[in-house]
């Protein structure tokens, strides 16, 4: 009876507290919680209420119409409705390459896009190839008139090229006119020389690494990120971005693919503790009576010495051999240390954001991502209260190929990265290397033997030697000076691979997007795999076809500045 008693108290009790948090209030105004009421009640949350809870508090929707607020301010300027109406037919073309580009563009370093889209033909619209357009308003960074030619052109650089992006489906109007002008205007935004160097030196250590391990240990499943150096470079540009934006801690759920590069190179893992690991010794002292973990286990958790004084902790989390079992682990820890920072839905500042100290980066795999389920869950619950920790960052390494099969066979959809759109989640698609026959951002016949560069401070003069005259042709009729400086050659290299300043573009953009909405975003790298699933597997009896284009490359994109470096320094 006192059990009955008291189930029918606490039902009463619920009833009433529901009545407390659903009360109506001004939308964007959240009402402090009752104190009381939180002791009283414990866990029971109104997770619909304006009023908020310990660790939710509601958020206006961005972009809508609100009837609580007498409409929201639009998001599109009226000069650009006007625009838009007078040149509808231009609009739509336009709105059509920020829709259907990425189906054209030039992201497989294995195989180039020959794919017609007819959405992007400027006759399906009624242009005229004769007249002349101002795109002032319609597409950013462009004012002035042109022809039907050059816009297309400048579209094509923009939606076709090395980077491509998919946000048509996103939930709000204000989200997509951000993407699009972020997007158009990223494209000429330039690459510092000092930051070239850096995506160098970054890089060229990541395939140091490997081969020496090639070398030294042979017989070790390391996992390398040979075919995907780039990925380096993906997380030294988002560590530096989330930094300067004052982001304190970042924490990491990644699988075995390129763990070993990412800890020697950027996070500081002592690479002595790593090679006894691979002789068969614990990572542990001798005096401690344990083994360790597997090799592709090791974690780490530091404090990074950032740009302009900041500091950067990031914490690597152990994963198991189970691929992406770690992602919601990183979410739930990054969520843990955003209350205890008292950040987010934690912070007594009613304009606290979640993801202000704290973010999450994950690391999947092509396969692993549409192939295991722990993803959709994980996505699903990205945006529920009390699971909601202000978006992640995701990078999906495409290898295009899961163990032995090749990516085509392991989804119906046209990307690996589709589970994302089940969530409105915006994919960036990038070239993770770079075929050596495109110098400075332009296609040059194969038949071209040399191409001379724009001229640089430091290297003014210089004459550029594709990597097909390196390895068949005979370089003493070219006249090859000694640069001034090791490091000024290492950025004209670098200054010919317009797919390396692309991966950076492509980190940039997705740390500018979760930073201003708080929601996921998807980085879709697409790359190879030099060996099989692990350095002793022969992929070439399974994947014959794949790895004949593969053994074909004489070199990815970092090797070419190897070869410049071997020309000019004899090293």
């Given at each position: 009876m006192n059990v009955l008693r008291t189930v029918e108290g606490m039902a009463g009790l619920r009833r009433a507290m529901s009545a407390v948090y659903l009360k109506s209030v001004p939308c964007g105004r959240v009402a402090?919680?009752?104190?009381?009421?939180?002791?009283?009640?414990?866990?029971?949350?109104?997770?619909?209420s304006y009023q908020g809870v310990y660790g939710y508090k509601y958020r206006e929707p961005r972009g809508f119409t609100c009837e609580l607020c007498n409409g929201c301010p639009p998001s599109v300027p009226d000069e650009v409705i006007q625009k838009r109406k007078e040149e509808s037919c231009l609009f739509r073309w336009i709105s059509a390459f920020r829709e259907f580009g990425h189906l054209t563009a030039d992201v497989n370093p294995l195989s180039p896009n020959t794919r017609q889209v007819p959405e992007l033909e400027p006759g399906l619209y009624g242009l005229n190839c004769d007249a002349?357009?101002?795109?002032?308003?319609l597409v950013a960074g462009c004012d002035g008139m042109y022809s039907l030619q050059q816009l297309q052109d400048i579209l094509k650089q923009k939606y076709c090229g090395h980077m491509s992006v998919e946000f048509s489906y996103l939930p709000t109007l204000e989200e997509r006119?951000?993407?699009?002008?972020?997007?158009?205007?990223?494209?000429?935004?330039?690459?510092?020389?000092?930051?070239?160097?850096?995506?160098?030196?970054?890089?060229?250590?990541?395939?140091?690494?490997?081969?020496?391990?090639?070398?030294?240990?042979?017989?070790?499943?390391?996992?390398?990120?040979?075919?995907?150096?780039?990925?380096?470079?993906?997380?030294?540009?988002?560590?530096?971005?989330?930094?300067?934006?004052?982001?304190?801690?970042?924490?990491?759920?990644?699988?075995?693919?390129?763990?070993?590069?990412?800890?020697?190179?950027?996070?500081?893992?002592?690479?002595?503790?790593?090679?006894?690991?691979?002789?068969?010794?614990?990572?542990?002292?001798?005096?401690?009576?344990?083994?360790?973990?597997?090799?592709?286990?090791?974690?780490?958790?530091?404090?990074?010495?950032?740009?302009?004084?900041?500091?950067?902790?990031?914490?690597?989390?152990?994963?198991?051999?189970?691929?992406?079992?770690?992602?919601?682990?990183?979410?739930?820890?990054?969520?843990?240390?955003?209350?205890?920072?008292?950040?987010?839905?934690?912070?007594?500042?009613?304009?606290?954001?979640?993801?202000?100290?704290?973010?999450?980066?994950?690391?999947?795999?092509?396969?692993?991502?549409?192939?295991?389920?722990?993803?959709?869950?994980?996505?699903?619950?990205?945006?529920?209260?009390?699971?909601d920790i202000?978006?992640?960052?995701?990078?999906?390494?495409?290898?295009?190929?899961?163990?032995?099969?090749?990516?085509?066979?392991?989804?119906?959809?046209e990307y690996c990265t589709d589970v994302a759109k089940m969530c409105g989640i915006?994919?960036?698609?990038?070239?993770?290397?770079?075929?050596?026959?495109?110098?400075?951002g332009e296609e040059k016949e194969s038949s071209e033997r040399a191409s001379v560069s724009e001229p640089h401070p430091s290297t003014s003069g210089f004459t550029v030697i594709t990597p097909d005259v390196f390895m068949d042709g005979d370089l003493s009729s070219y006249n090859l000076p000694t640069p001034?400086?090791?490091?000024?050659?290492?950025?004209?290299?670098?200054?010919?691979?317009?797919?390396?300043?692309?991966?950076?573009?492509?980190?940039?953009?997705?740390v500018q997007y979760q930073r201003k909405f708080r929601r996921d975003v998807?980085?879709?790298?697409?790359?190879?795999?030099?060996?099989g699933h692990n350095e002793l597997d022969n992929p070439r009896f399974t994947n014959p076809t794949m790895y004949h284009v593969i053994d074909a490359r004489r070199c990815v994109c970092v090797c070419v500045c190897c070869i410049y470096l071997v020309v000019l320094y004899r090293v």
């Open positions: 402090d919680l009752c104190p009381v009421t939180t002791a009283v009640v414990g866990c029971v949350r109104a997770y619909q002349l357009y101002n795109p002032c308003g006119e951000w993407f699009a002008n972020a997007v158009e205007s990223l494209q000429d935004e330039l690459i510092t020389p000092e930051e070239r160097i850096r995506l160098a030196g970054d890089m060229l250590r990541s395939q140091a690494f490997d081969n020496f391990l090639g070398t030294k240990f042979q017989s070790v499943k390391r996992y390398g990120a040979e075919g995907g150096e780039s990925t380096v470079g993906f997380f030294s540009e988002v560590f530096r971005r989330v930094a300067q934006d004052s982001v304190e801690q970042v924490v990491i759920g990644i699988a075995h693919r390129g763990r070993l590069n990412l800890l020697t190179g950027l996070l500081q893992y002592p690479a002595s503790i790593m090679f006894r690991k691979m002789k068969g010794l614990s990572e542990f002292p001798e005096s401690v009576k344990f083994i360790g973990d597997a090799l592709s286990h090791l974690a780490i958790s530091l404090d990074m010495e950032m740009e302009g004084d900041n500091s950067l902790h990031v914490t690597m989390l152990p994963n198991p051999s189970h691929l992406e079992a770690v992602n919601p682990v990183a979410c739930g820890k990054t969520r843990a240390r955003q209350r205890s920072l008292k950040e987010g839905y934690y912070s007594t500042n009613h304009d606290a954001q979640p993801g202000d100290k704290v973010v999450c980066l994950q690391v999947h795999g092509d396969a692993a991502l549409g192939g295991q389920g722990v993803n959709q869950e994980t996505l699903s619950l990205s945006s529920v209260p009390h699971f202000g978006g992640a960052l995701h990078l999906a390494i495409n290898n295009q190929i899961g163990y032995t099969t090749p990516g085509e066979r392991t989804r119906s959809s915006p994919v960036i698609h990038v070239n993770g290397d770079q075929p050596e026959r495109l110098i400075g001034p400086h090791p490091s000024s050659f290492l950025f004209y290299v670098i200054h010919h691979q317009p797919s390396l300043t692309a991966v950076v573009k492509a980190a940039r953009l997705a998807f980085v879709d790298l697409l790359c190879w795999r030099r060996w």
